[in-house]
């Protein structure tokens, strides 16, 4: 009889019992006992048996056999050594995968890339990311501007909304900019906590994000563009013209930062969730010109 997949709850059951895992809360480990869920965030990602794909923490190996399967080959990076000879066993009739012992964070992913995949390849981050570090694994992934395609990820939903969100809403703020600025970002589905052993405290969201050729706009300066785009945002329910003046306050006094932003027609009474993209590109370009 053909096995049973591992992202079932009777299977993940056994190979945990087989194995005596203990669960470290402090890891993020929360496993995936659905197959469906795990093939809607693979067809998301745009993957098929041309495609590279790149997992961060397979756990017990759920996601990364259905990459196995959908894809050509896969690489994966654990941090948990416990988890090693578990994957030896449960990933043993899959030979497209690689599973690299390594926290992500330190993982030079470039490097791992030139040495697995063939250039050319279209390659794919997929993962159901450990909660507690979501959004530095994105941001590094993001900002070393790596050979991929896409990133999907399933993460808490509150954070996947803010990554994905559109101005003048709640969610929109410095991480909305910091995460457009690469990719172009939308929440694919909406995923209940029912499906995770043990089941997380949060409710999660299947978050695709495409990474972008160019950025959308120009800057003259990309750390002080993402800068200034936290200052207006420091004091949320502030005034874009008194978050400017407190983050200038050595420099520049409410006057002259009101000429400011008068000169570039942007009205100092708004507030920072109401401005595009574009607008901080231009306040930010405008700012750096008097550093
Ligand atoms: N992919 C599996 C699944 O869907 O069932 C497990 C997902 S679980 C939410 C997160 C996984 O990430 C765990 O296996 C955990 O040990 C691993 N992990 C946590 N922090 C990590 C890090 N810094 N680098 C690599 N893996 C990490």
């Given at each position: 009889m053909p096995k049973k997949h591992i992202a079932t709850p009777s299977r993940t059951k056994e190979i945990l019992s087989k194995y005596k895992f203990s669960f470290k809360k402090s890891l993020g480990q929360n496993f995936l006992v659905d197959v469906n869920i795990l093939e809607n965030i693979i067809k998301h990602a745009g993957i098929d048996k041309s495609s590279g794909a790149i997992e961060i923490g397979p756990g017990i190996g759920a996601l990364t056999e259905q990459l196995a399967i959908y894809a050509d080959q896969v690489v994966a990076y654990e941090i948990d050594k416990r988890l090693f000879p578990i994957l030896a066993d449960t990933l043993q009739d899959y030979s497209n995968v690689e599973l690299i012992h390594q926290d992500?964070?330190?993982?030079?992913?470039?490097?791992?890339?030139?040495?697995?995949?063939?250039?050319?390849?279209?390659?794919?981050?997929?993962?159901?990311?450990?909660?507690?570090?979501?959004?530095?694994?994105?941001?590094?992934?993001?900002r070393e501007r790596l050979p991929v395609s896409s990133l999907t990820v399933m993460i808490q939903k509150e954070v996947a909304e803010r990554m994905a969100a559109k101005p003048n809403s709640k969610s929109y703020g410095s991480l909305?900019?910091?995460?457009?600025?690469?990719?172009?970002?939308?929440?694919?589905?909406?995923?209940?906590?029912q499906v995770f052993m043990p089941q997380p405290n949060v409710d999660s969201s299947i978050l695709n994000l495409v990474v972008r050729e160019n950025p959308p706009v120009q800057v003259e300066d990309e750390d002080f563009f993402f800068k200034l785009v936290q200052a207006c945002f420091a004091q949320r329910r502030k005034t874009l013209r008194n978050n400017l003046t407190s983050f200038y306050k050595e420099k520049y006094d409410k006057e002259t930062i009101t000429?400011?932003?008068?000169?570039?027609?942007?009205d100092g009474i708004r507030r920072g969730e109401s401005l595009s993209m574009e607008e901080f590109a231009l306040l930010a370009n405008t700012f750096f010109k008097l550093e």
């Open positions: 992500i964070l330190q993982a030079d992913v470039a490097a791992a890339i030139e040495a697995h995949f063939p250039p050319e390849q279209s390659i794919h981050i997929v993962a159901n990311l450990p909660y507690y570090i979501t959004t530095p694994i994105l941001m590094k992934l993001l909305t900019i910091a995460v457009q600025y690469y990719t172009e970002a939308s929440v694919v589905m909406r995923v209940p906590r000429n400011l932003l008068d000169s570039i027609e942007i």
